[in-house]
């Protein structure tokens, strides 16, 4: 059953995520993910009303909230499925994503792929990404690895704050 964005953000809100989330098990969750994919950059995103917030990253300094429509997150979220770009510089453009390629390509970034992070209840909170400054074949096997590394589970019978990070345990 589709997921409005009215309900994915008050799941967000539910869980109460965005003042507590990072935390040192999310930095080396995204480290991973860049090691095992060979990729110079990852990062964990949290997706709200207007902004993207970086809860954890690696290979890439700075973790200020950015407007939503500059990053490709959003889609990955309104697609709630793995998005991949194997060239941003040869992405054909649409007015929903325009704008985000455009800032990816300021940032120097070629490649991009990203699953969306999801709860046990499915509501898609944002997105787990792979950033590289080259452009990148990513296999059907890579795509179903990223896929598989996306779930989060929180035990929905009591608060997100119940843990350090709010997660129990990664898949």
């Known amino acids: 059953m589709p997921v409005t964005e009215t309900e994915r953000l008050a799941c967000l809100r539910h869980y109460d ?5 990072h935390d040192d098990v999310l930095d080396e969750f995204v480290g991973l993910a860049a090691h095992i994919f060979s990729l110079p950059i990852s990062l964990f995103n949290l997706i709200d009303t207007h902004h993207v917030h970086t809860e954890a990253h690696y290979g890439m300094s700075g973790a200020t909230p950015q407007p939503r429509a500059e990053t490709l997150c959003s889609t990955v979220v309104e697609r709630n ?13 649409t007015p ?10 300021a940032q120097r970034i070629r490649f991009y792929a990203a699953a969306p992070v999801r709860l046990t209840d499915q509501h ?8 590289g400054q080259r452009p990148r074949e990513f296999t059907s096997q890579e795509q179903h690895a990223l896929q598989s590394s996306h779930a989060l ?14 997660i129990t345990a990664l898949d």
Request: hydrophobic share 50%; charged share 10%; proline share 4%.
């Open 96 to 105: 929903a994503n325009a704008l985000a390629i455009q800032t990816a390509l």
């Open 124 to 131: 898609s909170l944002g997105a787990l990404c792979l950033l």
């Open 17 to 21: 995520m965005l003042p507590f989330l």
């Open 153 to 166: 589970r929180c035990n929905d019978s009591r608060s997100a704050r119940g843990t350090s990070s709010g």
């Open 81 to 93: 499925q793995v998005v991949v770009y194997h060239d941003l510089l040869s992405a054909i453009p």
